[in-house]
């Protein structure tokens, strides 16, 4: 190991690797370790760090324990004992909003990564439950509210607000009228939000405002959380709604005019049988290749039928994306051979006769039919769609990507392709509608 630079810095310790930063830290003069220790733009994440350039919004959306707690007190602690420059020397006036008074002093102030916890016990705040204010030496002071009590933000004014948990703010719209009409000391006042997202009007009407900064945060991003515990909580709720709002920090919504909803998939999870009666592979191809076509949809389904009771289950979306033509006939093959399905049903729109070709230059042992569509996809979507109404379609597991382009298909402003869907209501078709009724569709 060579010998440390006389002014190594975190930008240095930065660029070694875990063992080297060890040795350095063993090896640093008396107390400048510590201070290495304490600077957190080291140790931060880049979704933890306030974003480069000019914002005056900072929205962390982040799953349960990912870090945007210690996040937003690391960006008020660094408000806070920054040196005051200038002809304007005041101690900045910062202030707390969290769901609760009790919130604000358990989680903001006290808590692990709370304000009082992160500060040098040289520099550490002092909190007056009475005042309900958190004072540093320089004077600085972090107002706390409620956003129990929105009305009690009218009146103060700041250079700086954090608040936390916004989504589970009682009356999250007004609340944070009240806290912005008090922004207004200093030239750049600035608004850091840390919240676990819900599909609320208030915080999707905060994400559409231009000049936002936003950034995002899993709790599978935290190293510091126990692998056992983030693969339990995986195992129980990886792909779920919840699961991907909880855990992966993600904005789960159901649009207006969807054929789906995520509350109707989420009952439709169940597991599969031991035996099927017939089990098919749906093929939606891509109309090109290359890395930004679209994806070629192959979803797998089982159906039985017990005491006259028809039931279909969505067994897997092997769906790619980016590959050749030989790419995805290949994992059409084997989605055809891991659950010894029966037939290949393949849509013919886009390639016609040259869609079984590519199929069976890839395996020519794969029972292919065609099938083309001689209606629009809402039409054709629109029966499947209420056969999950019935009771009749199952998951056997989520497939976050699948249900994605379920729940957003045919809503306003949806630009996404639905080759995951289409192949998945080609499954479903096949199985539960073909032969009953008037099926859109015909084989070729």
Sequence with gaps: ???LPKELCAADLRRFNPDQVSWALENLPKGYAAKILRYWPFWARDDQLPPIGDWSSWVLLGGRGSGKTRAGAEWVRSLAEAPRIGSNKRPLRIALVAPTIHDAREVMIEGNSGLKAICHPRNRPKYSTSRRQLKWKNGTIAQVFSAEDADGLRGPQFDAAWADE???????????????????LGSSPKLVLTTTPKPLKALKKILAEPGLALTRARTRDNPHLSERFIGQLEDLYGGSVLGRQELDGELIDDPKGGLWTRSQIEQAIKPAPDEFDRIVVAVDPPASSGKSSAACGIVTAGFRQIEGQKECWVLADRSVQGV??????????RAWHDFSADKIIAEANQGGEMVRTVLHLADDSLPVSLVHASRGKRVRAEPVAALYERGMVFHVRHF??????MCLFGTKGNKRSPDRMDALVWAIWSLLLDGSGSPRMRIL
């Design 324 to 333: 050749s033509p030989t790419g995805w006939a290949k994992e059409v093959s």
């Design 1 to 3: 190991m060579p010998a």
């Design 166 to 184: 916004f989504c589970a703010w009682k009356d999250p719209a007004h609340c944070l009228a009240m806290l912005r009409f008090g922004l207004r």
């Design 400 to 405: 976050a990507e699948l249900e994605d382009e």
